[in-house]
Each structure stands twice: as structure tokens, then as C-alpha cells.
């Protein structure tokens, strides 16, 4: 079964500051790996998706990035922003969708 | 488009009651997404219907467990009985139908809390 992780947990920065949200997966036989933003009693929100053909698709000031032989995805933010607080979780999709615990980060004015 | 609409969004009950959840996918979608959240085990996939039909109910946790598709602008997710263990957060997502690992739209989530 496909495990999905994500460190850290939760991660706190400074406003205007570019960060880096880890995503690593188990097994590498991927449709696509996409990344969700989920906001305090909310449900989740569909950032971007990669196909297992592709390495990096952008929106906005979100760049995500993936390296399926090392099992690993990054979404890196840029000019981080207060708005930008919320619960990040990235999925792994083969035959289901198979979703990380997140990383919890809180942008501080 | 309204998108995913659950209802109802906070749900306590108690052990040994029944509790059905609903939710509303969005127009034109063809596939329908369960889905339970819990601290410890995060998202976890319950049941996917196609076209309405139920398709893979592997993640059902037990025979407590039961989901409709009536047709398809409407969903149920029943427990009968409930358990105090059920409490999480439960949400129904859609997509266009392409395929189930294609982007899904979800919804607000029902928070149960079984006494």
C-alpha cells in the first residue's frame, strides 16, 4: 500500500519569507501527485497537480516539483504571506488518491 | 456552481444511534468520493462510486458502514450503530469522472462526535 509522509508537521516563518513543504511517497507507480491546501474547518482545496510524466507545474507564486525515482515532491512558496496559513497535505495517485498527515504552517505578520 | 454541499456539518449522537450523512456532488460529475479524517490516521478513502454505481467500497471500516447512490446529485453515508471510535471528520468530493486520481472538488466535511 502506498505510504505517504510529510515533515515536517507544522512550520512556522516569518512573513515575505520563500519556503520549502516536503512530500515523499513509497511506491513510485504514480498516475499523478498533487498538492491540497486545507484551511481550519474547511474541506481541502486542490493547489496543483503534476503528472507522473511532468516535474514541476506552477501557479502563481506555488511551484510544485516531483522526482518520481526518489519518491519525493516539493512545494516551494514563495513571498510567503499571512493568507497563506493553513494545513498542506500532498496525495500520491495511482489507482486512489493516498494522502500525507500535512504540514500545518503558520506565516507570521 | 454551488460546489460539494454536505450536510449536516456538525453531527453529536450517541453510541448505538444511527447517523447518516449527505452530500450533494457537483453538476455534471460523474464520480463520488467518501472519505473519513482523523488525527491519527489522516484522509482515508471510504468508497468511490462511478455513474452512480459503488466501485471500490475496500476502505469501508465494517458492516456498520453503509453508502448509497441514489442517482446523481445525491449520496448517503450511514452508521448504524455508531461508536464513540467513528467520531472524525467526514467528507464527500466529486470530479468530472475522468479518471478517481484526477483533481477532486470537495466538500466542507460533517464532524461527527459519537458520545
Known amino acids: 500500500k502506498q505510504e505517504v509522509t510529510q515533515i515536517p508537521a507544522a512550520l512556522s516563518v516569518p512573513e515575505g519569507e520563500n519556503l520549502v513543504l516536503n512530500c515523499s511517497f513509497t511506491d513510485s507507480a504514480i498516475y499523478n501527485l498533487q498538492w491540497f491546501r486545507q484551511d481550519p474547518g474547511k474541506g481541502l482545496t486542490s493547489l496543483l497537480l503534476?503528472?507522473?510524466?511532468?516535474r514541476e507545474q506552477t501557479s502563481g507564486r506555488l511551484n510544485a516539483s516531483l522526482d518520481k525515482s526518489s519518491g519525493r515532491s516539493t512545494l516551494y512558496i514563495a513571498a510567503s504571506q499571512p493568507g497563506d496559513s493553513a494545513t498542506y497535505l500532498c496525495a500520491a495517485g495511482a489507482n486512489n488518491l493516498f494522502f500525507g498527515t500535512g504540514t500545518r504552517l503558520t506565516v507570521i505578520p | 456552481d454551488a460546489g460539494v454541499i454536505q450536510s449536516p456539518r456538525h453531527e453529536v449522537t450517541e453510541m448505538g444511534q444511527e447517523v447518516t450523512l449527505r452530500c450533494k456532488p457537483i453538476?455534471?460529475?460523474?464520480?463520488l468520493f467518501w472519505y473519513r479524517q482523523t488525527m491519527m490516521r489522516g484522509l482515508e478513502l471510504l468508497i468511490y462510486?462511478?455513474?452512480?454505481?459503488?466501485?471500490?467500497d475496500s476502505g469501508m471500516p465494517e458492516d456498520r458502514f453503509s453508502a448509497k447512490m441514489p442517482n446523481a446529485s445525491f449520496s448517503t453515508l450511514k452508521i448504524q450503530p455508531s461508536e464513540p471510535r467513528d467520531s472524525a471528520v467526514y467528507f464527500c468530493a466529486s470530479n468530472p469522472g475522468g479518471t478517481r486520481t484526477d483533481t477532486q472538488y470537495f466538500g466542507p466535511g460533517t464532524r461527527l462526535t459519537v458520545l
Open positions: 503534476i503528472q507522473s510524466s511532468q
Open positions: 462510486f462511478n455513474n452512480n454505481v459503488p466501485i471500490d
Open positions: 453538476s455534471g460529475h460523474n464520480s
